[in-house]
């Protein structure tokens, strides 16, 4: 039972346009939502997270908008760069516990020149 | 700042045999997770631990084990390895209570049971 479901394995995107990584959840007991990003041989890093109380946060060229209706969340990155080229994970934590981070099968981003 | 480390990064095993897996949390961080990853999936969750206790488990059987000691470096052991055994585990820190779930990952080890 996948509650952390990123339906896309892969997506290509020119360098500069916006590329959007969705996901969609089923437990509405999360309470916090985050994207990690990982490059081969390396472990994941922290990009940016949200609270379930609100429905935007933005970091630099990041910005991630959560609908809780809809139980989805997408990451827009804005301008996209040759270096976001990664596999995207998106994660969420289950309330108030920070034992349990489920995450998704991940994203792989191409950023194409 | 020293952040995660593990190791070792990659080892092969056979069928049967036992494994132990070693962690270094970062700095300042007292809570450790483990998550395996295994190919085209996600990490997913087998325990943490904080200030030496398991604190979580995911749904990983018994002969998945694990230590943390007094300076919260850790250990997963894996007894009776199976094929399906084989991933990439990865260690995560974290400071501990009060986190929004924001984790420290090391490069983890790659194991490879034949």
């Known amino acids: 039972d996948q509650q952390v479901k990123q339906n896309s394995p892969s997506l290509s995107v020119q360098e500069g346009r916006i590329s959007i990584l969705n996901c969609d959840y089923t437990?509405?007991?999360?309470?916090?939502f985050l994207w990690y990003k990982k490059y081969p041989a390396e472990g994941p890093t922290f990009l940016i997270s949200?609270?379930?109380?609100?429905d935007k946060n933005e970091d630099g060229r990041f910005t991630v908008f959560l609908n809780k209706s809809a139980k989805h969340l997408s990451l827009h990155i804005v301008p996209s760069q040759p270096g976001d080229s990664a596999v995207y994970f998106c994660?969420?934590?289950?309330?108030?516990?920070?034992?349990?981070?489920?995450f998704g099968k991940g994203t792989r981003l191409h950023i194409l020149p | 700042e020293t952040g995660v480390t593990q190791s070792p990064t990659h080892l092969i095993k056979t069928r049967g045999q036992q494994v132990t897996l070693r962690c270094s949390s970062q700095?300042?961080?007292?809570?450790v997770s483990w998550y395996q990853q295994a190919l085209g999936q996600g990490p997913q969750f087998i325990f943490q631990?904080?200030?030496?206790?398991?604190?979580g488990r995911g749904n990983f059987p018994p002969r998945f084990s694990g230590l943390q000691f007094p300076n919260y470096s850790s250990e997963l052991n894996v007894n009776a390895l199976e094929l399906d055994d084989s991933a990439l585990y990865l260690c995560?820190?974290?400071?501990?209570?009060?986190?929004?779930?924001?984790?420290?990952f090391g490069e983890g080890s790659r194991l490879t049971v034949l």
């Open positions: 994660a969420a934590r289950y309330g108030n516990r920070d034992d349990k981070i489920i």
């Open positions: 949200i609270s379930s109380i609100k």
């Open positions: 700095s300042g961080h007292n809570t």
């Open positions: 995560a820190s974290s400071p501990g209570t009060g986190n929004t779930g924001e984790l420290f």
């Open positions: 631990y904080y200030r030496e206790e398991e604190n």
């Open positions: 437990n509405s007991m999360f309470d916090y």
